[in-house]
T-cell receptor, first 115, second 110 residues
Framework: AQSVAQPEDQVNVAEGNPLTVKCTYS??????LFWYVQYPNRGLQFLLK??????LVKGSYGFEAEFNKSQTSFHLKKPSALVSDSALYFC?????????????FGTGTQLKVEL | EAQVTQNPRYLITVTGKKLTVTCSQN?????MSWYRQDPGLGLRQIYY???????DKGDVPEGYKVSRKEKRNFPLILESPSPNQTSLYFC?????????FGPGTRLTVL
């Protein structure tokens, strides 16, 4: 079985400061990891993914995430937060051992960036 | 433009009145799925389909049906909706590595 944990329901950051949104995962095989963002009254937008290769993945809007196999983590980061980054962020995982393309999502982290 | 479309976007209905939410993708993806999003629970998979005429239950299939008669369409059917099915629903299609989501359907069952 695969699972994802986002330990923080909400993260508050001042604009211009770095931000981190945490995610840890559990899968049977090798993980495919994803971050999605959801703005109010909108659908899910893809931010970035890790399939294989470099542990540091760069995505949309200046976001990046670091895959850490030993800690089974895939934290989302941005060097300098913007007020417009305020949204709900979801981490998701699937494994590469077959069984379809089922994505398992975390419960989401609300990011609030303030002036 | 590559996209996943859902209709309707908003729906208010009453308990027991059958409804269908349509989903269509134009990317020729084999894999499609339905999720529901509830506060504090994230997104949970309802049903998925690996290809035409191949469907299977996800984590929360009770009270839902699906069909996959054509590759592009994957409708979600609620035969007898109940208030606990009030939620935000997302359809998705997949290349095998990445899922593309529709805009969502906000359903309220009174």
């Amino acid at each position: 079985a695969q699972s994802v944990a986002q330990p923080e329901d909400q993260v508050n950051v001042a604009e211009g400061n770095p931000l981190t949104v945490k995610c840890t995962y559990s899968v049977s095989g090798n993980p495919y990891l994803f971050w999605y963002v959801q703005y109010p009254n909108r659908g899910l937008q893809f931010l970035l993914k890790y399939i294989t290769g470099d542990n540091l993945v760069k995505g949309s809007y200046g976001f990046e995430a670091e895959f850490n196999k030993s800690q089974t983590s895939f934290h989302l980061k941005k060097p300098s937060a913007l007020v417009s980054d305020s949204a709900l962020y979801f981490c998701a995982v699937r494994d590469d051992t077959g069984g379809g393309n089922k994505l398992t999502f975390g419960t989401g982290t609300q990011l609030k960036v303030e002036l | 433009e590559a996209q996943v479309t859902q209709n309707p976007r908003y729906l208010i209905t009453v308990t027991g009145k059958k409804l269908t939410v349509t989903c269509s993708q134009n990317m020729n993806h084999e894999y499609m799925s339905w999720y529901r999003q509830d506060p504090g629970l994230g997104l949970r998979q309802i049903y998925y389909s690996m290809n035409v005429e191949v469907t299977d239950k996800g984590d929360v299939p009770e009270g839902y049906k699906v069909s996959r008669k054509e590759k592009r369409n994957f409708p979600l059917i609620l035969e007898s909706p109940s208030p606990n099915q009030t939620s935000l629903y997302f359809c998705a299609s997949s290349t095998g590595r990445e899922q593309f989501f529709g805009p969502g359907t906000r359903l309220t069952v009174l």
